[in-house]
């Protein structure tokens, strides 16, 4: 059993720390919020993931993960320090890394024996070498360590399962010493032999934000074939199962709708097509893809506006998701923030629904109406909008959805509706990559 210690609780190192107490080591996760800490002790759990909050319990009463604020006892005795904090992205499109800077002086402060320093949170290519230099000159002893890069790729909604079943871990290193400890940390998966990836701090890094890069690049993809299929009459939904049958594609990341959001992909491309111009190599598929990206969003917004008349003023639209996908409470770059931002200025009134996310969008915009249920939201609109793929708008009656409605009037933007229900009940209607008219 090792002492593990994760800097930041957000969404990567709650998870991930929580997940390697599961193995067996003893963490204890920091961070500089007392107010924050202070909450995770009384069993708050500030973000929405299916079976973390089970894990995060059954973890404490076993004795083997803790919370504190307190950066000397989080950092003293670790044998390993993950840092996890946000790197959000600047002004200038780059990763603004001053969480991460402030989390390397912290370290070196405190540092006081042989420590592996980790860093988990996405950083754009060179930065360990940035991380070491702040280390070092902010150690108060003669301490020793190593640096990991060990990037996470986990997707929200599924981040457990993903953490504890992984496709890969990564682990960027250059000392035999580190990779032997990180193995005992990860010893579990060796054990089910899951795929771990020993390589260099740099080419760790560079993973990170292609892996990223290129899903990101796939979905702006189909929602261009998709656009294109609405054009000539094709229908995406069949396009996409049989691109997926090909086995060089896989039928990942193929499903088309009102663009990517979330805290990963909007800030990993941009600061991923940055990186390529600071260096004299645009990556101009990329740069693409964050413009088709942008002007999707915007397609969902015009597609609404025309099945209502061309005009929201005076128009009550309901929304159905805020959330970027289900399985989360995160509206971070959600699709639903370019919507409900564009029926406001425009004059429209929005009502809205998310099985989880209302407090997160609330936030945002704590000027529009929240309900309860999608029932509730739809009630006396004149038109709905479904954003996010939740199950439970997959089995919404439309006969009872056009009796609350003031004009059957439904943009599918993840296209969980039947089309063929949609006309049976005389919906006017659109979704992303159909040619409605053609429909039987």
């Known amino acids: 059993m090792k002492n593990v210690t994760f800097i930041g609780t957000g969404y990567v190192g709650l998870v991930s720390g929580t ?18 800490i202070s909450s995770l002790k009384k069993g708050n759990i500030p973000i929405y993931e299916p079976g ?7 973890n404490v009463v076993a004795g083997r993960l803790f919370f504190s604020s307190n950066p000397e006892i989080a950092i ?58 702040i280390i070092n000159k902010s150690k108060k002893s003669d301490a020793t360590f190593d640096y990991i890069s060990n990037p ?22 250059s000392s035999k010493k580190s990779f032997d400890i990180m193995k005992e940390i990860y010893g579990p998966l060796f054990k089910n032999k899951q795929p771990i990836v020993y390589t260099t701090v ?16 796939k979905i702006s993809y189909m929602n261009e074939v998709a656009n294109l299929c609405e054009s000539l009459g094709a229908d995406i939904k069949q396009v996409a199962k049989v691109m997926g049958q090909d086995g060089r594609i896989s039928s990942k990341f193929l499903h088309p709708g009102p663009g990517y959001g ?34 999707q969003k915007l397609r969902m917004v015009k597609k609404i506006k025309n099945l209502i008349g061309g005009d929201f003023e005076n128009k009550i639209i309901a929304i159905l998701g805020l959330a970027f996908k289900p399985n989360t409470n995160d509206v971070r770059e959600s699709a639903s923030l370019e919507m409900i931002k564009s029926i406001k200025e425009m004059g429209g009134t929005v009502k809205a629904f998310d099985p989880v996310a209302n407090d997160s969008m609330k936030i945002i915009f704590p000027d529009i109406s929240y309900k309860n249920s999608w029932e509730e939201a739809c009630e006396d609109a004149d038109g709905v909008v479904i ?4 199950n439970e708008f997959r089995g919404i009656s439309l006969s009872y959805l056009k009796s609350l409605l003031k004009s059957p009037v439904l943009l599918d933007t993840r296209n969980i509706i039947d089309v063929k229900k949609l006309k049976k009940n005389n919906f006017l209607f659109d979704n992303v990559g159909h040619n409605k008219l053609n429909e039987n």
């Open 19 to 36: 997940g390697i107490s599961d193995f067996g080591h003893k963490v204890t996760c920091y961070d500089i919020s007392e107010k924050k």
């Open 152 to 173: 996470e790729f986990l997707r929200e909604g599924s981040a457990l399962n993903d953490f504890l079943w992984p496709d890969r871990v990564v682990i960027g290193g």
């Open 76 to 133: 003293k005795n670790a044998d390993v320090i993950f840092i996890a904090v946000g790197t959000p992205m600047g002004k200038d499109g780059k990763a603004d890394l001053k969480y991460v800077k402030s989390s390397a002086k912290t370290i070196g402060k405190y540092l006081n024996s042989y420590t592996v320093i980790c860093t988990k949170s996405t950083v754009p290519i060179g930065s360990g070498k940035k991380i070491i230099n």
């Open 262 to 295: 979330g805290s990963c992909f909007p800030k990993d491309t941009e600061a991923f097509a940055s990186l390529g111009r600071r260096n004299g190599n645009r990556i101009r598929t990329i740069e693409a893809a964050i413009k088709t990206n942008s002007e």
């Open 202 to 217: 740099t080419t760790a890094e560079m993973i990170k934000y292609a892996s990223n890069a290129f899903l990101a690049l």
């Open 52 to 58: 973390l909050e089970e894990l995060i319990k059954k």
């Open 387 to 390: 954003m996010t793929e939740w």
